[in-house]
């Protein structure tokens, strides 16, 4: 990787953290040992509540989440015990989140993924913390879920 491309990422980064600190009020930095280590998110929440391991990805041009994208930040979930979110842009358009349906309900398969806007992954963040802090019982989408893809996508 270039130091351009470096550059260009680590402004995308800083970008995304001031945004989520409008959003949810959580701070966020940048993980300076993301180059020395794997399985290491972009960014690190001052709460430790935050569900999310956030990969970020800012490239020229491109149509929706790369998989590969989606793959590294499900290893990098997987190693802190969180949810994996891609927060991706391409240039001239506005910066999307790509998160696994399981954020929603765990009987989603592990593979199928969903894109949203900044406001519904913050919107999401906000009701994963909610349901994890006991604030209410947990959505089950199930029945809606089955009426999507029927019921054999139990995984």
Known sequence: MGAASRT???????????????????RF??????YRQGQRGDLI??????????????????????????????????????????????????????????AFCEAWPVDVWAECTIAGFCFIAREVMAERAGAWAPN?????RDRIVGKEAEA
Do not use: H, N, T
């Open 45 to 102: 929440p001052d709460d430790p509540a935050f569900p999310f391991v956030i990969e970020c990805k800012r490239r020229k041009a491109g149509i929706g989440c790369d998989q590969a994208w989606q793959k590294q930040a499900a290893q990098a979930a997987l190693a802190a015990g969180k949810i994996p979110a891609v927060v991706f842009r391409f240039d001239r358009q506005q910066a999307r989140v790509s998160v696994p349906m399981r």
């Open 140 to 144: 089950d989408y199930r029945d809606q």
């Open 29 to 34: 930095e940048r993980d300076l040992e993301q």
């Open 8 to 26: 260009k990422g680590a402004a995308f980064e800083r970008e995304i953290a001031g945004v989520l600190f409008d959003e949810l009020g959580i």
